[in-house]
T-cell receptor, first 115, second 114 residues
Framework: DTEVTQTPKHLVMGMTNKKSLKCEQH?????MYWYKQKAKKPPELMFV???????INESVPSRFSPECPNSSLLNLHLHALQPEDSALYLC??????????????FGPGTRLTVT | AQKITQTQPGMFVQEKEAVTLDCTYD???????LFWYKQPSSGEMIFLIY??????QNATEGRYSLNFQKARKSANLVISASQLGDSAMYFC???????????FGAGTRLTVKP
């Protein structure tokens, strides 16, 4: 089973709202990722959790707050977003320590619109 | 720093023919992985194929094969017998051993014509 699930599929929120994106995997992977993807662009790495610890934060604004409650779950808390934050948010997971790099498996994404 | 370059913004191929999507990379690390992903209009990134930097043989997965030329730092994707369902955006990516920092190229939009 190579499934990564994400909820919700679509989200519309105002700039003063607080919302959360959720991601779950049951492949036993110990690394999980958040990416942001704008239209017609490649995914941009936001955060990486390895063994439930934040290992990479790509200078993401503090209005995005990641959380990894356990090895299967990854959340992205959103607060006071800007319209330019509207994008497809992708979650992925992988085994972190495989020789010569590890493939990542992606969820279907959450399409976020900030109004 | 690692860099991935895809120079073909768009490609067209006739159904049932083969097509090659180009990818070059730049890294000073000796150990790394190269990947290809397919992204249909639905948005999901689908893992297609992987090549390790020390692998002697080119990777193959069904109709997908990766033409790995290490000295030239290229990792082209070959899709044989194209199908209409192959129409999508294709991304080349790489990461390094023991580093989860995967970087993607700009992508190539493939259109398969009937």
């Amino acid at each position: 089973d190579t499934e990564v699930t994400q909820t919700p599929k679509h989200l519309v929120m105002g700039m003063t709202n607080k919302k959360s994106l959720k991601c779950e995997q049951h492949m036993g992977h110990r690394a999980m990722y958040w990416y942001k993807q704008k239209a017609k662009k490649p995914p941009e790495l936001m955060f990486v959790y390895s063994y439930e610890k934040l290992s990479i934060n790509e200078s993401v604004p503090s209005r995005f707050s990641p959380e990894c409650p356990n090895s299967s779950l990854l959340n992205l808390h959103l607060h006071a977003l800007q319209p330019e934050d509207s994008a497809l948010y992708l979650c992925a997971s992988s085994q972190p320590d495989r020789d010569q790099g590890s493939e990542q498996y992606f969820g279907p994404g959450t399409r976020l619109t900030v109004t | 720093a690692q860099k991935i370059t895809q120079t073909q913004p768009g490609m067209f191929v006739q159904e049932k023919e083969a097509v090659t999507l180009d990818c070059t990379y730049d890294t000073s690390d000796p150990s790394y992985g190269l990947f290809w992903y397919k992204q249909p209009s639905s948005g999901e990134m689908i893992f297609l194929i992987y090549q390790g930097s020390y692998d002697q043989q080119n990777a193959t997965e069904g109709r997908y094969s990766l033409n790995f030329q290490k000295a030239r730092k290229s990792a082209n994707l070959v899709i044989s017998a194209s199908q209409l369902g192959d129409s999508a955006m294709y991304f080349c990516a790489m990461n390094r051993y023991n580093n989860n920092d995967m970087r993607f190229g700009a992508g190539t939009r493939l259109t398969v014509k009937p």
